[in-house]
C-alpha cells in the first residue's frame, strides 16, 4: 500500500500573541513545531504500513526550514520525504494549497491512501484535506478516529460526529483526515533518528510542478486577510470582597437577583 | 511579491514594527523582506512614504462577481430535527441580506424533512430550497456536496453560510473547491462592507490568540462557516411567509463513494455543554480528580452541567466532550462557573459571551477575571465547599417548608 502523509510545520500556536502596542507577534520563544494532528496522521500511516505492508511518504509545503519537520516524520517511520517549497507559494490560503499539494501528489505518481491531521493549529481551517481529496477527485473522510480495517480496497473507519460517530467505508484510493482519539503517536526509533539524519528531502518547486502560476501563492488565493487584530473581551467585572464565606453570600444574592 | 521601493523607503522601521510576521526588517536603513512575508499588506497600508507595495497579479479570470446574489444558509437536519445552528445562522444571514437588499434562502437537505421548511421561514427565510431523498438520510460529503454545489450553480447566491459542526466543516470545504471560491472557517462575526458590499469574515486564528478579518475578493460564492451559539437567532414568527421549493437532484449527483454503514450516537458522558443553561467548569486549578469532583457536585446542586478547561481534560479529569474553548466546544449559557481557571485565550473565546460569567481563582491577576461579571479571588478548595455547603442548606430548607 502506497500512502501519503501531509504535513505541516507551524508555530506553537499557543505561545503565539500579539503585542497590543504594535500589533506585531510576540515571536520569542516561539517554537516550530510539526502540527500536532499530523504526528497522528502520520502515526495511522504507518501503523497501515506495518499491518498491511508499503511505504509512507510525508509531504510538507513549505519554507525550506520545513525539512525539520520531514525529518521528524522519518524519524517516527516515514520512508522518505518531499518538500514542496517555492517563493511562488507564499501567501496561499487553503485554496491555492490544495491545488499545490495536489499537483505534488499527482507528480509523485500512484498511491492508495493519504491521510492528514484534522486541521493545523495555526490556521485552524480543516480546509486543506477535504480541498486536497476533492482536487485529486477522490473520496475522503474527516475526522477519523478508528481505523478498523484495510482490505480488498477498502477502508473501513469509524468518524466523528457531533453527537456519537459513524462507522464508514471508503473506496480507495482516498484521503482521511484523523482526530487526536486515533492513536497514540509513537516517539522516534534511535534506527529512525539515524535515518532522520541523514534524510535528503525531494525538494519540488513551481517549475518542477507544472503548476499554472495564477494558481499559485497569494495570487491564486480566493481569500485574502484584511485585518489583523487582537481579541477583545468585555469587562464589565465586579470582584467580590471579604472573607471566603462573605463573598460566597454575596454571590448567593447577587445569583438570586438573576433568577 | 512584496516590493520595496529602495529610492523611497527612508529606513524609519513602521513596517518592521507594523509586521505581525516578523518578515520585514530595515537593514542598513532599507526595509528587506524575508521568507516569514504572507503578504497581508499592512506594512503596505503602514508605509509612510509609500514604498511598499504588493505586486498583484491580475487575477486571470474575474468571475462576473455582479450576477451573484442572495444569501444562503445551509440547514443541517439530523434526527428528523434541524441543527439549532442553522436557526442563529438565519438570524446573521436575515442581517446581511437586509442590507445587500436581496433575498435570503435556506437549503435543507434529508429525508423524512416533513414540514422542517416552515420552521426555517419562521425563523428568517424568505424560501427554502428542499431535496427530501432517501440517499440523503445518512451524512456523506459526496452527495451533500454535490447537490449543495448543484443548486448554488444554478442559482448563484453571493454568500453561502454553514454550521461549523462536525458535518458542515466537513464537506463544505468540498463545496467551495467544487465552486472554485473562498472559504472561511468557524467565523465569529460577519458584517457587509458597505462602500462595496463585500463580506467581512472574521475568525480567530492561532488557537484564538489573535483575530483575523478574511474577505473573498475575486471570486463568488463568498462562503463561511460559522460555531453554534456564536450568532443569535431570531425570535420565531409562525406568520411569516415564504417559499418552500421541492427539488429533484439528478441521481448521479446523490451516488456517494463512502458508505454509512452504521450511525451511533453516543450517550452517558456526552452531555451537550452547549445546551444547558448553567454550565459549572472547572480547570488546573482544581489540581486533581478529588478536587474536580467539587465541580461536579456543585453543577449537580445547581442543575446545571459540567464543562472543564483544555488543562482539566488534558488530564484526564473529564471527557473531550465536555471542553470549552478553542479546541473544545463554544458556549454561552446563562450562568458559567469558572472554578480553578486562568482563562487562556483560546479558553475565553469559547465562553466569554456566557450571559453571567463566576470566577472563582487564586490569582487576582488572572485573565479569566477580566471577563467575569463577578469574581472572587480565593482558594477554590475554601470557596467551593462552603458554596456548595450554603447551597445544601438552602435546599433542606425548602425541602422542610
Redesign the interface.
Known amino acids: 500500500m502506497k500512502i501519503i502523509v501531509c504535513v505541516k510545520q507551524v508555530?506553537d500556536?499557543?505561545d503565539?500573541?500579539?503585542d497590543p502596542k504594535?500589533?506585531?507577534?510576540a515571536?520569542e520563544g516561539v517554537q516550530s513545531i510539526m502540527n500536532p494532528y499530523d504526528r497522528h496522521a502520520l502515526e495511522a500511516a504507518v501503523q497501515l504500513k506495518e499491518q498491511y505492508g508499503g511505504t509512507v511518504t510525508a509531504l510538507t509545503m513549505g519554507?525550506?526550514q520545513a525539512e525539520e519537520t520531514l525529518r521528524e516524520a522519518v524519524a517516527c517511520g516515514a520512508d522518505d520525504a518531499v518538500l514542496v517549497s517555492d517563493?511562488a507559494f507564499?501567501?496561499a490560503?487553503?485554496?491555492a494549497t490544495?491545488y499545490t499539494l495536489a499537483m505534488a501528489v499527482r507528480k509523485l505518481g500512484d498511491f492508495d491512501l493519504i491521510v492528514c491531521g484534522k486541521q493545523a493549529?495555526?490556521?485552524?481551517?480543516?480546509?486543506?484535506?477535504?480541498?486536497l481529496?476533492?482536487?485529486l477527485d477522490?473520496?475522503?473522510?474527516?475526522?477519523a478516529r478508528k481505523i478498523h480495517s484495510c482490505t480488498d480496497g477498502k477502508i473501513?473507519l469509524e468518524?466523528?460526529?457531533?453527537?456519537?460517530?459513524?462507522?464508514?467505508?471508503?473506496?480507495l484510493p482516498?484521503l482521511l483526515t484523523v482526530v487526536k482519539?486515533v492513536n497514540e503517536p509513537r516517539v522516534p526509533s534511535l534506527k529512525g533518528k539515524m535515518k532522520a539524519k541523514s534524510l535528503k528531502a525531494t525538494v519540488l518547486t513551481a517549475a518542477d510542478l507544472q503548476a499554472d502560476?495564477?494558481c499559485l501563492?497569494?495570487?491564486g488565493?480566493?481569500?485574502?486577510?484584511?485585518?489583523?487584530?487582537?481579541?477583545e473581551?468585555?469587562?464589565?467585572?465586579?470582584?467580590?470582597t471579604g472573607t471566603?464565606?462573605e463573598?460566597?453570600?454575596q454571590?448567593?444574592a447577587?445569583?438570586d437577583s438573576?433568577q | 511579491?512584496l516590493k520595496i521601493d529602495v529610492d523611497g523607503c527612508i529606513g524609519c522601521g513602521v513596517c518592521e514594527?507594523?509586521?505581525?510576521?516578523?518578515a520585514i526588517k530595515v537593514e542598513d536603513g532599507i526595509a528587506v523582506v524575508g521568507?516569514?512575508?504572507?503578504?497581508?499588506?499592512?506594512c503596505v497600508d503602514a508605509c509612510e512614504v509609500g514604498a511598499l507595495s504588493?505586486e498583484?497579479?491580475e487575477?486571470?479570470v474575474i468571475s462576473d462577481l455582479d450576477s451573484w446574489s442572495g444569501v444562503w444558509v445551509f440547514a443541517e437536519f439530523?434526527?428528523g430535527r434541524i441543527a439549532p445552528v442553522a436557526m442563529e445562522l438565519l438570524g446573521i444571514g436575515r442581517q446581511l441580506a437586509d442590507q445587500r437588499a436581496v433575498p435570503l434562502s435556506a437549503v435543507l437537505l434529508g429525508s423524512g424533512l416533513g414540514e422542517q421548511a416552515r420552521e426555517l421561514i419562521g425563523f428568517g427565510a424568505d424560501q427554502v430550497y428542499q431535496v427530501d431523498h432517501p440517499a440523503l438520510a445518512?451524512?456523506t460529503?459526496?452527495a451533500y456536496?454535490n447537490v449543495l454545489a448543484d443548486l448554488a450553480r444554478a442559482h448563484k447566491p453571493e454568500i453561502i453560510l454553514a454550521g461549523a459542526?462536525?458535518?458542515g466543516?466537513?464537506?463544505i470545504?468540498?463545496v467551495?473547491?467544487?465552486l472554485?471560491?473562498?472559504?472561511?472557517?468557524?467565523c465569529t462575526d460577519l458584517a457587509i462592507r458597505p462602500s462595496d458590499g463585500v463580506l467581512?469574515q472574521t475568525r480567530?486564528?492561532?488557537?484564538?490568540?489573535?483575530?483575523?478579518?478574511?474577505?473573498?475578493?475575486?471570486?463568488r460564492p463568498q462562503m463561511a462557516t460559522v460555531r453554534p451559539l456564536v450568532m443569535k437567532p431570531l425570535a420565531f414568527d409562525g406568520a411569516r411567509q415564504g417559499k418552500i421549493i421541492e427539488v429533484s437532484p439528478d441521481p448521479v449527483l446523490l451516488q456517494?463513494?463512502?458508505?454509512?454503514?452504521?450511525?451511533?450516537?453516543?450517550k452517558g458522558d456526552?452531555v451537550n455543554i452547549t445546551e444547558a443553561d448553567i454550565l459549572v467548569s472547572g480547570g488546573r486549578g482544581l489540581e486533581n480528580e478529588k478536587g474536580f469532583a467539587l465541580v461536579r457536585e456543585l453543577a449537580e446542586l445547581l442543575g446545571g452541567a459540567v464543562a472543564a478547561s483544555r488543562g482539566a481534560v488534558d488530564s484526564g479529569w473529564v471527557g473531550?466532550p465536555h471542553q470549552v474553548g478553542?479546541t473544545g466546544k463554544t458556549v454561552c449559557p446563562?450562568?458559567y462557573f469558572a472554578c480553578g481557571i486562568s482563562g487562556?485565550?483560546?479558553h475565553?473565546?469559547g465562553m466569554?459571551s456566557s450571559d453571567?460569567i463566576?470566577a472563582i481563582n487564586r490569582d487576582?491577576n488572572a485573565p479569566i477575571?477580566?471577563?467575569?461579571?463577578?469574581?472572587?479571588?480565593?482558594?477554590v478548595f475554601?470557596?467551593l465547599p462552603?458554596?456548595i455547603a450554603?447551597?445544601k442548606e438552602r435546599r433542606g430548607t425548602r425541602a422542610g417548608k
Open positions: 508555530p500556536a499557543k503565539v500573541r500579539l504594535t500589533n506585531t507577534m515571536r519554507p525550506p517563493r507564499a501567501g490560503d487553503t485554496w490544495s493549529i495555526d490556521g485552524d481551517t480543516a480546509q486543506v484535506g477535504p480541498g481529496a476533492q482536487r477522490i473520496p475522503y473522510v474527516a475526522y473501513r468518524r466523528l460526529m457531533d453527537d456519537g460517530y459513524d462507522l464508514v467505508e471508503m473506496r482516498g482519539e502560476p495564477a501563492g497569494l495570487r488565493s480566493t481569500t485574502q486577510v484584511v485585518r489583523v487584530f487582537s481579541p473581551f468585555k469587562a464589565e467585572r465586579c470582584m467580590l471566603a464565606a463573598q460566597v453570600d454571590l448567593l447577587k445569583l438573576l | 511579491m514594527s507594523t509586521c505581525t510576521f516578523g521568507d516569514k512575508c504572507t503578504l497581508c499588506g499592512s504588493i498583484r497579479a487575477k486571470v439530523r434526527d445518512s451524512f460529503d459526496d456536496g459542526t462536525a458535518i466543516r466537513s464537506f470545504p468540498r467551495a473547491t467544487m472554485a471560491t473562498g472559504l472561511t472557517a468557524d467581512l480567530p486564528a492561532f488557537g484564538g490568540n489573535i483575530m483575523a478579518t478574511i474577505e473573498c475578493p475575486h471570486t456517494s463513494r463512502v458508505a454509512v454503514v452504521e450511525s451511533i450516537r453516543e456526552q473531550y478553542q446563562k450562568i487562556a485565550i483560546q475565553l473565546v466569554q453571567t463566576i487576582e477575571f477580566g471577563v467575569s461579571t463577578y469574581g472572587i479571588v480565593g482558594n475554601e470557596v462552603l458554596l450554603r447551597l
